[in-house]
């Protein structure tokens, strides 16, 4: 039985909500890939809660439990920005190999295109030829400028033409993809730094955000991957790929207590819409099994 299935069947069979419901409760979430610490503080918070409000139906528990799950992600901030139309806007998508950022930058691009904005495409992924053709493609089918140099070049001189064209043009919006190979912390904070000083330099006031791209499906590790990012070049929010393949995402409660890391996005399948702003009620209430 999957997730969604596990937790809708634990609030059918359970009747009181004794001891064993609240241990039992904090097992599941923690199958529902929210962290070991995080699980047992949400289902003994949930359990003072009931006890203060004399709540006794799991029906009622489960409703409490989605409101207490949703403070956690509303605490941590979750819209994704508005970009003003007058204003510069970087938007540069991290993250491992293969979690989805290639895609995930032709996706945000469309979105803004179909707003009508004119963005622009930088292929700062320059370690494999293949990235850069694919942002090509992508921007062939969408009808959006690509600013690509050649494989192995410098990802900073990629978002520098960009700035160049976007300012020449007029185009007001850049979307980076950047390389996903499994940066060891170091190069990874090299690499973006220049990539900041180059932001910084050539467009002072451009507002200049970082998503951290994970991938659904791998549960915990992404967890573990976006502290490590986390620590090492400050993301803005995440962007969750990939939901349509699993029914957990529980993830997404750890990265907003632990790290206070808001989830901007939620990708949905592989076509250019499968793209919406995360909203906190909707997430929680499915992953409470309520809808
Ligand atoms: N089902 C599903 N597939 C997705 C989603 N987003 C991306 N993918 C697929 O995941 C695979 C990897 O996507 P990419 O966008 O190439 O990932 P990447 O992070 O750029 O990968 P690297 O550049 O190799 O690090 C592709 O087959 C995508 O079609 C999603 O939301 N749902
Ligand atoms: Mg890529």
Redesign the pocket.
């Known amino acids: 039985m999957n997730f969604a299935g596990k937790i809708k069947s634990f609030f059918a069979r359970t009747h009181a909500l004794s001891e064993e419901f609240f241990e039992e409760l904090s097992d599941l979430l923690v199958e529902g890939d929210i962290g070991p610490s995080e699980a047992y503080s949400a289902a003994e918070l949930l359990r003072e809660r009931c006890k203060k409000e004399k709540i006794s139906s799991p029906q009622e528990a489960r409703a409490r439990l989605a409101a207490l799950l949703e403070e956690i992600l509303i605490k941590a901030g979750t819209r994704p920005p508005v970009l003003p139309e007058d204003t510069l806007a970087v938007i540069l998508l991290l ?11 032709a996706k945000i691009a469309a979105m803004y295109r179909d707003l009508g904005r004119k963005p622009i495409l930088a292929a700062a ?1 320059t370690f ?1 030829a293949a ?1 850069i053709d ?1 942002l090509k493609i992508h921007g062939e089918r969408l009808g959006i400028r690509v600013v690509a140099h050649r494989q192995g070049g410098d990802p900073a001189a990629v978002v520098y033409d960009a700035l160049e064209t976007a300012h020449a043009g007029g185009g007001g919006l850049i979307i980076a ?1 950047t ?3 499994m940066h060891t912390k170091t190069a990874l904070v090299e690499e973006l730094r220049k990539i900041d000083r180059i932001v910084d330099t050539k467009a002072s006031g451009a507002r200049y955000i970082k998503y951290l ?1 994970l ?1 659904a499906t791998t549960g915990r590790n992404a967890l573990a991957q976006a502290e490590i990012f986390h620590g090492a070049v400050s993301p803005e929010a995440a962007v969750l ?5 699993t029914a957990r995402g529980g993830g997404v409660f750890s990265l907003a207590s632990a790290l206070r890391l808001p989830v901007a996005y939620l ?4 076509k250019y819409g ?2 919406q702003d995360f909203d906190p009620r909707k997430f929680t209430r499915e992953f409470a099994g309520i809808e």
Do not use: H, L
């Open positions: 993250g491992v190999n293969g979690v989805g950022k290639t895609t995930t930058a992924d494999r990235a694919q993809d390389a996903g190979r791209v991938d790929t990939k939901y349509d393949s990708c949905t399948g592989e499968d793209i």
